[in-house]
């Protein structure tokens, strides 16, 4: 379970002042359900996302992730919230001297995995995502669905309860930006949990979802049929 309890969050100015973010905002997300978090650029969705990861902490409020606070965790436990999770950021680039299957690896041998359990995670993620036939191409001889697909298998391979996506779709043309989404709400109804950040109303209308609007520092429901 997700939960944002009354949670500020504001960035430091030039002029010395502070930008607010979000401000006492409360949320909660289950197990197994699937949310949009859309607003304009600037409104808040990453932040949301990295609080959620805790790569952020709140000035204000709590955030819990499952049995994780934000105000109680210790920073030698943030590497195990951080491996409940799957993230899709656009930050988190492949490695272009390695693999989809090396990159897809990558992740896995710090969690101290014997070598065939990481062959065995790897070769199910990239199954899972449809890549199995490219697992020796690197990013550059993938197109850009499949690159982003392989950023799924990333994700998704240490079996994640919950994935958080950055705009996944952002930088796709509209057909392989609908394959992208139709993969992630597969994943959704296999069981994960999805929380995907977006401005792109395309995708929401045609995927619709629990859609949650970042508006002023507050979120609130809105029906995707009306944006
Ligand atoms: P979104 O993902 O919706 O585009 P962000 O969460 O990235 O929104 O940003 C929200 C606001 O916070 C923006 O005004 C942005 O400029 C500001 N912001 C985000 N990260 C930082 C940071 N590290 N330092 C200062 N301001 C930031």
Do not use: C
């Not at 993938?142 to 799924?152: A, D, F, H, T």
């Not at 994943?187 to 045609?206: C, N």
């Amino acid at each position: 379970m997700i939960e944002l309890r009354d949670v500020t969050v504001s960035y430091p100015l030039p002029n010395g002042t502070r930008k607010t973010v979000v401000e006492n905002l409360s949320l909660e997300i289950r197990r197994s359900e699937m949310a949009y978090l859309i607003g304009p650029t600037g409104s808040g969705k990453s932040t949301l996302l990295r609080l959620l990861y805790m790569d952020r902490f709140p000035d204000k409020g709590v955030v819990r992730v499952d049995e994780y606070r934000s105000d109680r965790i210790r920073k030698k436990d943030i590497p195990y919230l951080r491996r409940s999770m799957g993230v899709v950021f656009q930050d988190f680039q492949l490695l272009p001297d390695r693999s989809a299957y090396e990159n897809v690896a990558f992740a896995l041998y710090v969690t101290g995995k014997s070598g065939a359990e990481v062959k065995h995670d790897v070769m199910r993620a990239l199954a899972r995502v449809g890549l199995s036939h490219k697992r020796n191409q690197y990013p550059h001889e993938l197109s850009g669905g499949e690159q982003q697909r392989v950023v799924i298998a990333r994700a998704i391979a240490n079996h994640p309860w919950v994935l958080l996506a950055d705009e996944p779709t952002g930088n796709l043309d509209p057909g392989v930006a609908d394959e992208i989404q139709e993969l992630l709400v597969s994943l959704h109804r296999q069981g994960m949990t999805l929380l995907m950040a977006t401005h792109d109303y395309r995708i929401v209308k045609k995927y619709p979802a629990r859609t949650l609007a970042l508006m002023n520092g507050q979120v609130v429901e809105v029906d995707p049929e009306t944006l």
